[in-house]
């Protein structure tokens, strides 16, 4: 079985703290992805790496910054957190070439 | 308009019914789609996954793709209270392999 971990289920942080969120998985894939998912707009992709310090913006990376050190890890950094960073955020991953994600369990993050 | 659309609901369906989920989506080139559900709380998981026109079946769920029409649909059978969740509807953009995410319908099984 595929299995993705998270750090965190639940975090709270402070405006302006560092926030990191840790996401291993466990079956050798190349590709890893941070979502983050708020009511009414659905998943929306922040960062994937497709290799080790690989790394490739998604479509709301603003804010966030990642880091892919060793294959089976892909970290989310938040340099400052702010109020409007309150979300669940979701790590996924799939082997290169496929396009099954498999997903972690998510971090529910509240920044106050 | 958003490259993947779908009514967010609550469809509420008694148990024993069928519950029809829609899907519509922009990129004209798309060729893998797929169906999570999402449990409260929980994340997403797969329950479908759909490449070629026609229907596909899996147990309870049958999905249905329209390429020329690009819509994508999900029926339950026999829908349980256990269905109760949000069917998120994803759509593999033509390039990397990126999926794009629906903003899901919520599905309620009434006993």
């Known amino acids: 079985d595929v299995k993705v971990t998270q750090s965190s289920r639940y975090l709270v942080k402070r405006t302006g703290e560092k926030v990191f969120l840790e996401c291993v998985q466990d079956m050798d894939h190349e590709n890893m992805f941070w979502y983050r998912q708020d009511p009414g707009l659905g998943l929306r992709l922040i960062y994937f790496s497709y290799d080790v310090k690989m790394k490739e913006k998604g479509d709301i990376p603003e804010g966030y910054s990642v880091s892919r050190e060793k294959k089976e890890r892909f970290s989310l950094i938040l340099e400052s957190a702010s109020t409007n960073q309150t979300s669940m955020y979701l790590c996924a991953s799939n082997l290169q070439g496929a396009e099954t994600q498999y997903f972690g369990p998510g971090t529910r993050l509240l920044v106050l | 308009q958003k490259e993947v659309e779908q009514n967010s609901g609550p469809l509420s369906v008694p148990e024993g019914a069928i519950a029809s989920l829609n899907c519509t989506y922009s990129?004209?080139?798309?060729?893998?789609f797929f169906w999570y559900r999402q449990y409260s709380g929980k994340s997403p998981e797969l329950i479908m996954s759909i490449y070629s026109n026609g229907d596909k079946e899996d147990g309870r769920f049958t999905a249905q793709l329209n390429k020329a029409s690009q819509y994508v649909s999900l029926l339950i059978r026999d829908s349980q209270p256990s269905d109760s969740a949000t069917y998120l509807c994803?759509?593999?953009?033509?390039?990397?392999?990126?999926?794009?995410f629906g903003t899901g319908t919520r599905l309620l099984v009434s006993p």
């Open positions: 990129d004209r080139g798309s060729q893998s």
């Open positions: 994803a759509v593999v953009n033509t390039g990397f392999q990126k999926l794009v």
